[in-house]
């Protein structure tokens, strides 16, 4: 159970997002974007990064 005078996530998300600077956003961007292009690329080579696989499609 949350607490009475809690904040719901997406709230707290907008008001800190709000307040952000360039940099913060910019950073979470990234962060963001390299995620999916790694996920992207494991599931490209039926391996994650650095898994030794005998169904690997790259070298």
Known sequence: MT???SLP???LAENNLATAS???LRAMIKTFADA???A???ALCNAEYGQVSD???NH
């Open 55 to 57: 169904e690997r499609v």
């Open 9 to 11: 996530l997406h709230v």
């Open 36 to 38: 999916l292009m790694s």
């Open 22 to 24: 360039p940099d913060l």
């Open 3 to 5: 607490a009475p005078d």
């Open 40 to 42: 992207e690329a494991d």
